[in-house]
Nanobody, 118 residues
Framework: QLHLVESGGGTVQAGGSLRLSCVAS????????MAWFRQPPGKAREPVAR???????TYAESVKGRFTISKGNARNTVYLQMNNVKPEDTAVYYC????????????WGQGTLVTVSS
């Protein structure tokens, strides 16, 4: 059964950096489509970054050039490197996975809170 656990959130000043981690159990993330989503306070959840089994990644326009999604050397980890963070990046961040491109994302965990202070 797919189970994902996010960590690495915290409070960071604007312009700073943070790295989020996602550890998966039950699947080898290297063969899955993995993604990071976020839910800002009072808003709907939105996609942030995705990476496919071949390592190709896409980003939301709001984070392009600042965030990097990557798969770890361990077969069950995914990271989100956040650089030059802005107050509008404040949100609960979640990772999710799917095996096929046409599937829905699944495995939503508790998320990790990122707060960016100005």
């Amino acid at each position: 059964q797919l189970h994902l656990v996010e960590s690495g959130g915290g409070t960071v000043q604007a312009g700073g950096s943070l790295r989020l981690s996602c550890v998966a159990s039950g699947i080898p993330t290297i063969t899955y489509h993995m993604a990071w989503f976020r839910q800002p306070p009072g808003k709907a959840r939105e996609p942030v970054a995705r990476i496919d089994p071949l390592g190709s990644s896409t980003y939301a326009e709001s984070v392009k050039g600042r965030f990097t999604i990557s798969k770890g050397n361990a077969r069950n980890t995914v990271y989100l490197q956040m650089n030059n963070v802005k107050p509008e990046d404040t949100a609960v961040y979640y990772c999710a996975a799917k095996y096929r491109a046409q599937d829905e994302y699944a495995g939503w965990g508790q998320g990790t809170l990122v707060t960016v202070s100005s």
